[in-house]
């Protein structure tokens, strides 16, 4: 994979339109990916620290309502356990997030959305709209912040 790598093109060519041109760029929950979606993997920016390193990218899905397969660090998923996120195990086998191996943790996050998506969305969406709903209310309640020696505004 590293020979491959190098064989990669050393220069990315960027677009010259400043960041801030860019008028069709939707930062928020209300982009058709969270409005229109049951399912969000999540990417997280790093996947190897040892500790959970969570960003805005996690918690964007739990805000908008939707189910959401973490690929994290390890114990990702049971952080957001502890600070009282539902995370629906009834639903998704999170069992990847106690994988060290980053690779194997991928591959079995990848898995649970492809068992995901051969099931009937809607009707579980439907079902569980109130589990989800009490999750982005409680994420957003001051008895989550209070957990957190931060300010948040």
Do not use: C
Request: proline letters at 5%.
């Amino acid at each position: 994979e590293i020979e491959e790598f190098k064989l990669l093109p050393q220069v990315v060519n960027f677009n010259n339109a400043s960041f801030k041109d860019k008028v069709n760029l939707d930062l928020s929950i209300m982009h058709p990916a969270y409005q229109e979606s049951y399912i969000n993997l999540v990417t997280e920016t790093t996947i190897s620290a040892v500790t959970p390193m969570l960003s805005e990218k996690t918690f964007k899905p739990i805000v908008a309502g939707q189910l959401f397969v973490l690929i994290a660090s390890p114990g990702a998923v049971q952080f957001l356990r502890d600070i009282g996120i539902d995370t629906f195990d009834d639903i998704i086998d999170h069992t990847y997030d106690k994988t060290q191996d980053s690779r194997t943790r991928i591959q079995m996050a990848i898995d649970q959305i492809d068992k995901l998506v051969g099931i009937d969305l809607e009707k579980l969406y439907t079902t569980i709209k109130p589990r989800l709903l009490k999750n982005s209310e409680y994420f957003l309640s001051e008895e989550f912040r209070s957990q957190f020696p931060l300010n948040f505004n």
